[in-house]
């Protein structure tokens, strides 16, 4: 799956057969897998070679956001729901891929984010693993997809406004020549309000994407996602070094702007200077 904001999810899907005990193995086999990882990675690369015509500003950015989704339909216990609440302990291990001993409010936590549509089917969603009961299940992964790729995407934005931030403060704290050139007080102030122009559009984009118009329950799956994944906090913190870049570029304007005034007085004051000495040369002259 492509995103037009830049992201690309890569997604691999292995048949479940055997005993649920074993579940606990995979999840922990497949955290951080790094063969995976570097298969993804290949891909992608060959993705971009392909498509790079239609990409502004290829870049293969070192972040990635791996998660597991384990999606039962099927099993040998008399009823589904018997099975993910006589089974939380074993449940909370496989979402936290965790084989050692967990408290009883961890296991609590892990088991905390779930939802159900219907008897027969529910979602219990954690920070590193989804486990979904239940057929046609299709559009909850679909949900939790891009949940995924949202918090990926506020990771590297939230990393690339630090960095702007860190630009800004050189910018504005650097001192600036004694005869500066025209238009260098600008520079700094455009080169800052790109970035701020291109981390908001980003920003818009990746919260725009998903729409779930008219489908209530994957709205909730939604919220409890982004609940799950902090993506509020993220949210207010790309929106606060956001305020915060438009605040030290509003200061680099207000400076330059300063900056200008002070040289066209420095200009009129030597044109008037001049003016006045030009004025006594003919009596310098008898």
Known sequence: MVYDFGAVTITYRFALNGPFER??????????????????????EQLVRAIQPTIE??????EVEDYIVFSIESCSEPQSASLWASREAD????????????????TKDAMSCRISFGLEDTALIDWHAAVLFGKDMDDVRAVLKFANVELLEMRIL???????LDQAYEALSRKSP?????????????????????????????????KL???????????????RFHLEAWDASILRKLQTLESIYGKMS???????????????????????AVSFLPMAGH
């Open 23 to 44: 579940l606990l193995e995979l999840s922990e086999s497949l955290y951080e897998h790094q063969q995976l990882l570097t298969e993804s990675r290949t891909r992608v």
């Open 213 to 227: 118009l008219g489908d209530q329950y994957l709205a909730r799956v939604s919220r409890l996602a982004s609940q």
């Open 254 to 276: 207000d400076r330059a702007g300063v900056r200008r005034m002070e040289m066209l007085e420095w200009i009129i004051i030597v044109l008037i200077t001049v003016s006045i």
């Open 178 to 210: 004694l005869l500066p050139l025209p238009g260098s007080h600008d520079k700094g102030a455009t080169h800052i309000a790109q970035l701020q122009v291109d981390s908001a559009l980003l920003f818009e984009r990746v919260t725009n994407t998903l």
């Open 91 to 106: 449940l909370a291990h496989i979402l936290r891929g965790e084989r050692a001993p967990l408290s009883d409010q961890e």
């Open 57 to 62: 500003r290829p870049r293969i950015a070192r």
């Open 158 to 164: 939230d990393k690339q406004l630090d960095q702007a």
